[in-house]
């Protein structure tokens, strides 16, 4: 076993630990309080601080990067033990949510290389601050902020694992399991192009020829699918929809925006790709005029 491979065994491997230890601790931090969704947002936000305080003697913001796509299942599981009257489309939209979070860990899995591998994002953001500001940005923009986002986008599932689902969730169902499908495929095409192509082209065949972002497309059919899981087969909670729309404004305005200009940046051609292909919906190219 060379030495690469051995780096990333060990980091996995610490990392597992990290989050076992965080979820216990958040655990038994949420145990006694009787009302559910708070509880389970007293559990994510304690999980968070043990992750922002493990990756700090590391000196690895991207400790958090697996969490926030394990965080969902390990609660939706939990939906799935405590709760009551449960049927076949509660059951359903557990396998779906499922499916899409080990497809999203396993490829960071994929791509993981030692615990010294950092997200570009991250280190743009320290190189840029000073230390008491890059902790301030580490905790609340890194970690705690998309923590609330995801959670926001989650209850509806809580509150759907509350409810008496019908058919009309299969619709949420539907829609998780195409946005995970959308981003299976984008990843699987984005990581060829990377093996195959020069590192100063843009990717222009699959999905990628139809959308500058089919993976961030595909990752907020997921919350809209969620949302969907709940309403229309309980209009009670039809409010609930905030929680998606959060998120499709995180993506447009700050994922995509800080994505696109380190492309425009790294790659020339990349601004008439951006002229002739749509930001985030599929479809088909646009000609220059």
């Known amino acids: 076993m060379n030495e690469k491979i051995r780096n990333k065994i060990f980091g996995l491997l610490l990392f597992a630990v990290f989050y076992i230890a965080a979820y216990v601790i958040g655990y038994f931090s949420a145990f006694y309080i009787d009302e559910l969704i ?20 590391i000196k690895n913001s ?5 969490y926030w796509s394990l965080t969902p299942f390990v609660m939706a599981t939990y939906l799935l033990v405590v709760s009551e009257n449960l049927n076949v489309y509660h059951f359903i939209a557990y396998a779906v949510f499922a499916v899409w979070s080990f497809r999203l860990t396993i490829n960071w899995v994929i791509t993981f290389q030692d615990i010294k591998w950092v ?11 000073n230390p008491f500001v890059w902790q301030i940005a580490n905790l609340f923009g890194i970690m705690l902020m998309p923590t609330l986002l995801v959670f926001a986008g989650f209850v509806p599932l809580i509150l759907a694992f509350g409810s008496k689902l019908n058919a009309f969730s299969l619709i949420g169902s539907a829609v998780i399991l195409i946005g995970t499908a959308l981003e299976f495929f984008a990843d699987r095409q984005m990581h060829a192009f990377l093996r195959s192509k020069d590192s100063g082209d843009v990717i222009r065949s699959g999905l990628w020829k139809y959308s500058r972002h089919p993976n961030y497309f595909g990752e907020i059919l997921i919350w809209v699918g969620a949302y969907f899981v709940l309403f229309p087969a309980v209009t009670e909670y039809w409010y609930t929809f905030v929680g998606a729309l959060l998120i499709i404004l ?11 200009k380190r492309q425009l940046e790294r790659r020339e051609a990349y601004k008439e790709y951006r002229m002739t292909t749509s930001r985030l919906l599929l479809l088909p190219p646009r000609k220059i005029k």
């Open 119 to 129: 997200d570009w994002r991250y280190r743009q953001i320290k190189e840029k601050n």
């Open 250 to 260: 995180l993506f447009n305005f700050v994922s995509i925006t800080l994505a696109e």
């Open 38 to 57: 708070l509880r389970l947002f007293i559990f994510d936000i304690v999980a968070t601080l043990v992750i922002y305080l493990l990756s700090l003697p």
């Open 62 to 66: 991207s400790l958090y990067d697996a």
